[in-house]
């Protein structure tokens, strides 16, 4: 790497950090103002409070890199336009797009590192997340979980398997529903369609019944409709969207090929697929986007303004994706489309003002 190469990267990495870390501790105070009263009802450790925001740090990388990237971005080139360093570089025959490529090649990186974070550690710091809050600050029992794409409830003599659970309507989806004796041998076993909630409990719907004895199944019938009391609420089994949305591309992935496979519509989840890849590319998108702001800007643009137009793009760029993936996920956008439109709209932009940049 040249001298000048490094000396713009080490500029800009400078940035990238205090922006980024910056970020982070907003989104730490806020976060934190908000959810303590509500956890402190709990009476919660000191310890197991600071390690519940802490193990959100992973996830907050994430959100807060494309806005950071966005940010270091704009104000690295103000800085060196201010400098008049970009005047010098210019005058010693460097063009423009050397100047801009130690920065995409460092926010390609970011990007690839992000990429691996929501991969790996992300999902990871998420399970435990969910670990700390739900047992070791409100103490509440391990029995409702969730593996991969099944649902998993056991009471004192009931053991409930589910393949799906719709938050918006309430319902189980590809249900079995096994009765147990107190020395674990199935009594009876109850496979559904579907079952949804209802005010006297759950209703089972286009239901098998299977009784045992000693083993072997005694007698079978089927009914249309089948009352059952559970302890169950849509609270616990929130646990699946929960969960969803915090797999990695390859997770979502076999996710929504087992969900295609038994049938079911996988339109959400694909969405939130093809999101996975989207997302930490924004942050080079976002980079792009910001070199010409900041060139076309020049001398004249402080850090004030850098600042403020990193927010207002950042905040666009975030409620257009947010938009487009909600249409994605409802079925109005193919989830390819709704996932990558952000990107494409903003990069478009992108190579507009490159082009009215001037050289």
């Known amino acids: 790497m040249r001298i000048l190469s490094r000396y713009i990267t080490t500029v800009y990495l400078r940035m990238i950090c205090l922006c980024g870390g910056s970020f982070i501790a907003i989104y730490l105070v806020i976060d934190f103002l908000e959810k303590v009263t509500r956890l402190a009802k709990y009476e919660p450790e000191l310890q197991h409070l600071a390690l519940y925001f802490a193990v959100k740090i992973p996830e907050m990388v994430n959100q807060v890199a494309p806005l950071a990237t966005l940010m270091a971005t704009m104000l690295t080139l103000g800085t060196l336009a201010k400098n008049s360093e970009i005047i010098a570089m210019r005058s010693c025959g460097v063009g423009l797009v050397r100047i801009s490529i130690p920065l995409l090649a460092t926010a390609l990186l970011i990007s690839l590192a992000v990429l691996l974070n929501g991969e790996f550690i992300v999902p990871r710091s998420n399970a435990r997340l969910d670990q700390i809050e739900n047992i ?16 998993w409830h056991r009471e004192e003599n009931i053991l409930l398997q589910s393949r799906l659970f719709v938050p918006a309507t309430r319902t ?3 249900i079995t529903f096994w009765q147990l004796a107190p020395d674990m041998r199935p009594v009876r076993r109850i496979d559904a369609g579907t079952g949804s909630l209802s005010d006297n409990g759950w209703l089972f719907r286009n239901v098998t019944i299977r009784d045992f004895a000693n083993g072997n199944v005694t007698a079978t019938r089927t009914v249309a409709e089948l009352p059952v009391q559970l302890q169950l609420k849509p609270a616990d089994l929130k646990v699946l969207e929960k969960y969803a949305d915090n797999m990695g591309f390859i997770a979502l992935r076999n996710y929504c090929e087992k969900l295609q496979s038994g049938g079911y519509d996988a ?9 996975r890849l989207s997302l930490p590319f924004s942050t080079l998108v976002m980079a792009f986007l910001g070199i010409p702001f900041a060139l076309k800007s020049g001398r004249s643009s402080g850090i004030a303004v850098g600042i403020g137009l990193s927010i207002l793009i950042g905040f666009g760029f975030f409620v257009i994706n947010s938009t487009l993936i909600t249409f994605g996920q409802g079925g109005v956008l193919p989830p390819l ?7 494409a709209i903003f990069a478009a932009i992108g190579v ?7 050289r």
């Open 352 to 358: 507009w003002l490159t082009l009215t940049v001037n």
């Open 337 to 343: 489309i709704a996932a990558w439109a952000a990107n």
């Open 172 to 174: 189980l989806q590809g």
């Open 267 to 275: 339109t959400r989840y694909l969405t939130q697929m093809h999101s």
């Open 136 to 151: 070791l600050i409100k103490k509440k029992s391990a029995d409702t979980f969730f593996r991969q794409s099944n649902i």
